[in-house]
Structure formats: C-alpha cells, structure tokens
DNA sequence: ACATACTGTATAAAAATATTAAACGCTAGA
DNA sequence: TCTAGCGTTTAATATTTTTATACAGTATGT
C-alpha cells in the first residue's frame, strides 16, 4: 500500500515516543490540534487505529506498536544516511565481505589493524550480494572467485582454489562409483544463477559439461556450507572451511580444483583518494 | 539530520526510478513543474544535489544514488508493513530465533513441517534480543534459559543443560589449576547485560560467587561460540555445540551445570487463536 | 462532592504551502 | 537548421495545513 503523507507518519513517531499530543507538539513545533488533525488523516489513509484515546491520554494499539518499530527503523536509516551524505558525520571506512569471510578470516585479523588505526572508525558490512559498492556505501569489498569482475578496480588479496565439497555419504559415492558417476546424481549448490563455476570445474576434471537444472542456488556461504552438511548437495568451496574438513564433517570430493580462484579487493577507483582506505588496502595487503 | 519534509523524498526516489520528470510526472499525477520543485526543495534542505541535469534529461548524482538505494529499502519496509495492518497482505507466520538455533537445530528439521503445510507462508526471523514479540511481528520466538520470563506464554520445547565452554587452552588450565582457580583467571561471556546465568553456575559448581567485572557481553551465540574458539573467554553454551566438542575446538570444562536449562517456546496468549501459529506449535512439540 | 488541571477533539478562519499554466532556454537528433 | 522533448522559472491559483478557540471528558486533589 502506498501512502499519501509520509510527514504524518513521522509525527506519529513522535506523538508514540512522548505517548502524548501536547508533549510531542513542544518537539514538533505545531499546536496539539495540527497533530490530533495530522494523526487523524494518517488513520484514515491507513484505514487502521493507531491510538487508543482515553480521557487522560493516548496509548499505542497493537497495530501502531508493529508500525512505530518499522518506521523508526526506516526513518532512522533514512536521517542517518542523509547525516552522512550530508557531511554532518564522517563515514567510516566500510568493508564489504560476507559473514562467511568475516568470521573464518577477516575478524581474527581485523584487531591488529584497528590496534593500528584506533582513529579510524571501521564497519564491516556483512553483504551476499558483493556488487553495487556504491549503492550500498560500500569502500573496500572483498569477493571470492576467479576476479574477472569488470565492475570497479579489482585486486588479487590471496590465491584461494576452489574445490568440491559434499558430506560423508557424498565422499562415499564418489569412492564407491568415480568421479563422473557420482556427479551425475549430485545437487549442484551454487552461489549465484549466472555463475559458471561448475561450468569450469567440469572442463577441469575432463567430465562432460551437462546442462543441470537439478541446481540450487543459496547465495550466502554459511547457509550454503550448512546445506552441503545435511547431504543437500555438493559445492565449490575454498580452504577457509578446513575446520570442516579437519573434523571431517566435509569432505573434499576431487583433487581438481579451480586454481585460479581467490580472494579479491574490489574498490572504485576514487575510493583511493580517501586516506583510510588507502591504510585499509595498504594493511590487507600485507596480511593477505 | 531529520528531514523536514518525506513526501519530497518518496517523489525523488519514484523519480530516480524514471530517470525522468515527465515520465514520473505521470505516475505521481502531478505536472512536471511541480516535480520540479520538489526536488529542489529536497536538494535545498538536503544541501547537496540529488540529480545531475543536461539538457535532455537527468541522471542521480553518487550521493543521490546512495540515498536512492536507502530510501528505497526504508520505504518498501514501511509500505510492506503497512500493507500487512491493513490486512492487504496476510501475514505470514513468524517464527523468531538465534541464527544459531535456526542452522544449528530448526533449519534440519523445518522441511517437514513445510512439506506437511505447504499452504502456510513461514519467516523464519533471525533476532539477537528475543524479547518484545510484538514490535517485531513474531508469532513465536525460541529462547534459550531457566524459563523464568514473564512477559508472555512460555513453553519448554526441550530441555538442555547449560556449561561451561572454553577452548583448549582453557581446558588445560582448568586440568592445571583446577576449576576453582581457572575460573579466577577466565574472562566470562556472557550474553546479556543482566544475566545472572553465571552467578547460577557458579553457585551449583560450588565455586564462591564473585563480584565479576571483565566480562564480555557478546549476545549473538554463534559469535559467542567463535569468541570462545578465539580463546576471548569461556561461556555458558549447551548441546548444540556437539560439532565444536566433537571435533575438539572447544571443550566441556565442567560437569557441572544448570539442569534446568532449556529451548522454550515464547507466544503472547492471543496468538493461540491463529490455526497457523497453533499448526507450528502443534509440530513443533512433537519434533523436539 | 466539586473544582481544577490536563487530556484530546472539533470547527472555521487564517496562513502557509504546493501546484498549475504558460513561457522559456536548452540541445540531441532528424 | 529546425523541431521535439527535456527541465526550469514565474506568478497566479488551489489546496492543504495550522491555528485559535471553544468544548467535552476525567483523573486528581482538596
């Protein structure tokens, strides 16, 4: 539903948290009967209460309640991005990575650099999706694949080979029936609908490329690590998950691998000029 | 910086999305003029431009995609949510746990229920604080504890004991020094501010109760459990963990523990009546 | 029991704001 | 070079918002 007048939805907000027309009319500056008028309209166009009025003041519904926590969410990503944009704060320097990344590489070493750098204030952006860097803010992205991204400038961090992965009944069939066999039967897990890795693997184990349709896409590592687990599939992963492999919950299904996989800085090339994110790269480099 | 005026922000973004005032004139039944000024009334209270202009038509400046990209999640949020109170939409059911829960328990076992209920649209909301149901729009939160909450109807789905978890070199501290010594030196995570969970312990370990104040609050349990792997401090974790025991990066540092923990199921007392809530409820307690 | 003080509401007038219509300047493309 | 289409500007107009005021209700204190 489209609304007509988000500026009352605002002064709902308002009149919520001081739970009173006359106090929330001091903060917005209007007399207490352009609120009561302004949350009258907003009721009508919603078609919904959003107070319970009493004699001696208002309270939320239940409807307003779920309403107020969505839309202080919203307006305050809202106030807080126009800070930013408008200068009011300086950005801090903001790291795009999955949560993936962020947890098996990026945070064990991430103190040394903020040891370094205490000035610099640091978000790291848990992302699926590591594209759009402007859109989402983002300075400095950290991608896995084979870094034929044209988007933006990208930078290789480690070499990082692709391999796949499934479960213990996975490792068995492939030792009970070969390579070719098994992958035959196996759900191929893969991170994006485009993406052609399995595509490459294949060409690089010498197995007939088949176009497979039996394919499920989960974008995010974590998940997808999750579902190789519970025998929903077989996918390429990396060594970050070599604690996987070690307590042989995963299992490393061929020798073949995608060597020219790895991890890859991906950053404007304006971004440069800003000096944290010169410090940012200069550090990672050394690190990775 | 609040903004004094939201409709001039939901016009810009209906406008970023035509690239055009002409063309978005007509979605907005208004006359381009009128557009017009809007924009520039927003670009005015903003102080920076959202729009480049050219001759032929316009193009988003990089701080006006920024803000595109913002607005346009924030006002989805609330029109979502609108849609929802007014009964355009029927909610789906809502069920709010720990990312920790979910992968590590609910994800293996949800299939089922889907399969047996394919009519019933389900969210599965990930929380860190799994208090105030209603704000969130949850119809049913797991939580992990003795139990004692108050704010709703609570349920215990399983019972499962809470200890102390460390990684290695915990463990062969608290084999050096003993129990009590050990956990003098150990830095306690906890997962919130007000948790008397460890003053618990400590008392049924038999341990004197001291006034602690290096603790660390980390309440998401998956960073907690990567905390303790990162020998940050030890925990209260439960056997869910079984992976981490199993293949050795944490250990069970005493066999000692509260009994009395456990997964409940927290709903407020209205939401019984909804057949999809009581659906889950129904499943849910024969699963676990 | 009753005045008091504080709610929020209702109305119509007044003020502020948004919108329009029309003319204008610009330029990409025919 | 002309033209069609773009966004802008201006002043008049239309609409919306706000106010001032009176009002009705009721917890609170005396």
Chains 1, 2 share one sequence.
């Not at 202080?72 to 200068?87: M, Y």
């Not at 759900?187 to 052609?196: A, G, I, K, V």
Request: a negative charge.
């Amino acid at each position: 539903m489209r609304l007509r007048n988000y500026d009352n939805l605002r002064s709902f907000a308002i009149v919520a948290k001081h739970s009173s027309l006359a106090s929330a009319s001091k903060e917005l500056f209007l007399t207490k009967g352009a609120i009561s008028h302004q949350i009258r309209q907003l009721e009508n166009d919603l078609g919904f209460k959003l107070f319970e009025r009493h004699a001696r003041g208002i309270t939320l519904t239940d409807s307003g309640r779920e309403l107020l926590h969505t839309a202080n969410l919203a307006f305050e990503q809202i106030e807080q991005k126009v800070s930013r944009l408008a200068g009011e704060i300086s950005p801090p320097l903001t790291i795009g990575v999955t949560t993936y990344f962020a947890s098996r590489w990026l945070s064990p070493r991430l103190m040394d650099f903020m040891r370094d750098h205490p000035d610099i204030r640091l978000r790291i952006q848990p992302m699926i999706d590591l594209l759009n860097l402007r859109d989402e803010g983002i300075d400095v992205a950290i991608r896995w694949g084979d870094g034929n991204w044209t988007d933006c400038l990208i930078e290789e961090l480690f070499n990082c080979p692709a391999w796949p992965t499934g479960n213990r009944q996975a490792m068995d069939r492939v030792s009970e029936v070969g390579l070719e066999t098994a992958f035959r039967e196996f759900t191929l897990l893969r991170d994006r609908e485009d993406s052609n890795a399995w595509r490459r693997w294949y060409e690089v184990a010498g197995l007939e490329t088949q176009q497979r349709t039996d394919t499920l896409i989960i974008p995010d590592p974590n998940v997808r690590v999750q579902a190789v687990m519970d025998g929903q599939g077989v996918a390429l992963d990396d060594e970050l998950i070599a604690p996987e492999i070690d307590n042989k919950t995963l299992f490393r299904l061929s020798e073949f691998e995608l060597s020219d996989y790895g991890y890859f800085l991906a950053y404007e090339s304006s971004a440069q000029s800003n000096p944290n994110v010169a410090a940012f790269l200069k550090w990672i480099k050394n690190t990775g």
